[in-house]
């Protein structure tokens, strides 16, 4: 068989240092940046000033992407059964494998699953595939575990997936409510852009959140919540706009249905005051300035995120705040409306082409109609005819034998969805797994995998992505990708063309998918799908190249985007009216119970990202939390019996992980947290995902990720060390560890019920230190250390004690990064620390401009006495602006006497 | 009238008396030094280094006749004293010719041991301990000829070191199964056995030799394995007796060496040792720093501080063997549980810490001892160092800065 392999177009491969901009890889705020490449597979990263969601700010994570480019934990080839093979001969194991599948099982036996990070052309063509050719709407993707609700929120209330405001919003708003949502940590750059506000025009911030997060303690109110009680504060608050004259009579009565029953259906929820307070275990104070600040300020924007979504009444919820906004009239106006903040690079593209299971294509379902009308645009064979499987009940079929063929493309299933454990497992009895990665180092996926494809990664690739505020913006690549890496939407149309489908899959290039999928948009559209790009379906190559960002709807026709919608109604339902949707009781999908008495939060730390594939490359982002762990309240540490800085056992009905206990009354007693970070690639014994129940919402399918009924007990670790070394080290997977980036090479940190002593000799083993020339054994401190020097460097540092210690660890990773050791440095190696103590940092809490607490303290106690004076003196905090509730916290600690 | 002393002897001990005598006594005694070599006393530590051509003859001098005279102490080389008369406080010297003394100072010091087995008589076999066993050494290694020194003890490696050095293919004998055993545990002997391999020495531990052979001149070494290494020479260090010949002859208590009290005095109140001739508390010191000690100790009682007293040296031993340090003091054995242990095998590395109850009883270390003399008296404080356990094997200067508090507090 003829393989064609377009390479990039070699005018878009810089290696000449030519500034390309292009769109961030991490979150939905979609920053434009500005990288310019060093013709050494390196580039130096800015933001695009230009671009419209950011102006020039990029936050930490955006601003370390330079540090994530080298490729030496990089797929370079593909293999099949891990045997290196060529490309042919892959693509050739992929189409068989889901051929035989289908021959034997049926179209509804197969099935892929996708990601948030896949531009929209790999989105389109993979959804074109399945559900076009392959005949089976079995594709989803792991937006189902970050937007899914609020897809069916909005659906379910506007008739579309709509997000109906922009950033500008924020900017004008004089009050900005944030539900759900750690802003400051997930989304800084908006984060930012909410602090210009209130300094330019005072807005007012409130944080609903059970955690007193870093965004809760900048805010003007916290409503420390109840966890799953979101609902009853806005049933109340929709009451309570019914009951204060608040309701836009005019809006509701010409552009809205459902209201009468949406206001009964609140008044049963949350009859008074007093009796929604106490749901929501707040005060009555606390209730009545929000709801008196939100009924009072017509320019309030309430933005939510995984907090509302992650939820078994996540659509609900969403709906909850729907219902408000649509009540007031607060909705597609400047500085007003509901606004849903994305986790995802290109959750919001993914949405649009179809990428969930219950949608067909360009915000079509499955009606006949539909099914039709996209079948005709295709010229498609098979179309499926109802929604597929969503991401829980996709891998549920696979553990019942049901889907017996699944290629997963740039996503960890293993790792991220509920149950994963079970997932792993589950991967294992598929008669058939492709996967398509960037990174060697995963956990549980490749391993399962009959097929691997090395794809090719940000940075390389050529597409567009939407934002939160619909805005497509252009990734451009400025690398050429590395080994034999291809991009996503090649290896899919590849494997079409291979099952036969060659014709409808012939594209040369991103730009053709593109237009393919504008034209569709716009196909027999009049109107009634908002969502039409169709002025970008004509679209040259150059066009596209050059292509600004663009807020849709864009008809053809129309020369500029849509900023707002709805303002004047005008929505996807056939009345043209929304609805406003009545919510069931509020309550926990899983009470806590005797045996698992607390409730397991989980999320994002703030310089991490999903399961750390990217950010896990770099030194800058390793630093402001190193290692998994989980937040506890005082009162609960006490009543389990747990130590600041020790280290306890979660447990859930799924799973079970170890995790460093930091006991913060920034929790609720009765409430645990812990990051979603760290799985085995990259740890061991601290996959939260292996925690977390398969409790969905009925509607979205979205599980339930933030209320896991768990129990915590303290784990005796008799010791702790770590690991300093050049390159990555396989570890035991008896051994809780968790390993970080730092410059030229990696630190592992490790734990262990065993006793220091014989802990070392067996890790010494591991890491074949037995023949090592540096040795040091110090039972009277119980402290063992072990090195191996090569060429006068340091190549691997074995230290293990009785506790963690940090001035060790500086020290560790001191000298790795030093090219040569001299004689007098050597004597000093298996030190606690450095022989001069002055070389040792203390926690970073600025990653931009590498400012560590000691040196703000210092700041501090030099007079320098609010964020803005640290910032003049120190820079911290000055350009992604996330670290600023911590400096602020900081100073404060510095003002209280000793 | 002036005191007459007699110090008999003119080593280092002797001489370095004489220099405490100038600081703590001056003008107390006249002063009469009888020595049997040839030449005023030189630093024995150093004839190894004039061996290997590390430094020339004038560096291992010590006073010149000179310096004798300027003192006003009568210096007599080249001649020994045969007899000891405490009752007519007199000794008599081989010439025939006889000193009196109100006091006197035996500083004999010791003498080179032979084995007891055949073949130690033969011509090639030879000790190493005066200036006048170099020129035959010198020549054999200056000759590349095979030699073995027989004696894995400090005074034999330095000696192979010199040869070596010189050019002579040197075997190091030894019949224990470590370098050093009295001084270091089997690890850092292990160390130290790597680096003399380093300096182009074979060492063979282990190894009993039962006999010299040779019909006119030493030819090989028949150890008790049976097996045989031929040799051109044979160089004898296998350690050191006490000179105590005048002692016993004059019916002074003896020990393995002269038996002497905290003042350094014999039972006969005017006869002194110091040195390696004298045994006090039991302890027969084979080095030269409780030498220097006592001599101190002696001259300052007589220059009328009564309370000056010698209560022993700690034992150590601290010292640059071949160019490598070595250190080692107290209870460097220990029960080997609580040790402290620092290796590097690429820097030649390895220190010992031995710990009891969070305090420190013994060390040994090989290829560093810069912190010999901070160890050493952390032994004898008996200091408690349970809160610098962490740091203790990295020496003094390390433990001494702690960690800044503003960082520490940070953390």
Redesign the interface.
Known sequence: MNVSMPTPDPSTITHAPAPVRTTCAYCGVGCGVVATADGKGGATIAGDAAHPANQGRLCVKGAALGETLATGHRLLHPTIHGVRTTWNRALDAVTKGFRDTIERHGPDAVALYLSGQLLTEDYYVANKLMKGFIGSANVDTNSRLCMASTVAGHRRAFGADIVPGCYEDLDEADLVVLTGSNTAWCHPVLWQRIEQARTRRGTRVVVIDPRRTVTADSADLHLAVAPGMDAVLFARLLVEIAEGGAVDTNYVTRHTDGFEAALANAREIAPSRADAAARCALTEQALAAFLDWWIETPRVVTCFSQGINQSAQGTDKVNAILNVHLAAGRIGRPGCGPFSLTGQPNAMGGREVGGLANQLAAHMGFSPDEVDRVGRFWQAPGMAGKEGRKAVSMFEAIERGEIRALWVLCTNPAASLPRADAMRSALRQLDFLAVSEVSAHVDGLAEAATVVLPSAAWGEKNGTVTNSERRISRQRPFLAPPGEAQPDWWQICEVARRLGHGQAFDFASPAAIFREHAALSAFENDGARLFDIGGLADLTDQAYDALEPVQWPLPSGRDAGTQRLFADGGFAHADGCARLVPLAPPALSAPPTAEHPLLLNTGRVRDHWHTMTRTGLSPRLAQHRNAPFVEVHPADAERFGLEDGAFAAVSTRQGQVELRVVVTDSQQPGSIFAPIHWTDANAARARVGSLVHARTDPVSGQPDSKTVPASIRPWAMQAEGFIASRRRLPLPAWLSHARMTVADGEIVHFASPRAPGALHDLLSNWLNLWTS?????????D?YRSAS?VDHRLEILLSTGPRRD??AIAWATDLLARERID?AT????????A????L?P??QVCACFGV???RI??AARGGADSVEAIGAALKAGTNCGSCRPEIRKILEGCRQPA | MTEKLLIIGNGMASVRLCEELAAHAPGRFETSVVGAEPRPGYNRVLLSALLAGDIGRDAIALRDEAWYGAQGIRLVTGQTVTGLDPAARTAHLANGTALSFDRVVLATGSSAIRLPIPGMTLPGVTTFRDFADLPALQEAARLNRRIAVIGGGLLGIEAAYGLAKGGAKVTLVHVMDRLMERQLDRRTAAFLKRAVERKGIRVLLNAQTQEVEGEDKAQALLFADGSRLPVDMVVVAVGVRPNTGLAKAADLPVGRGVLVDDGLATVVPFIHAIGECAEHRGQVYGLVEPAYEQARVLARRWGGDTKAAYEGTALSTNLKVSGIPVFSAGDFLGDGNDDILLEDRGAGLCKRLVLKDNRLIGAAMVGEAEDAVWYKELIRAGSDISAIRESLIFGRAFCETAPSRVLREAA
């Not at chain 1, 020339?773 to 401190?781: G, S, Y």
């Open positions: 020339p540096l040795h040091q054994r110090n039972p009277a401190a402290l020097i940090e001035d004689a050597r004597r000093f190696i298996l030190a606690g620390r022989p001069d103590p002055g040792r203390s926690r560590d607490e000691a303290e210092a």
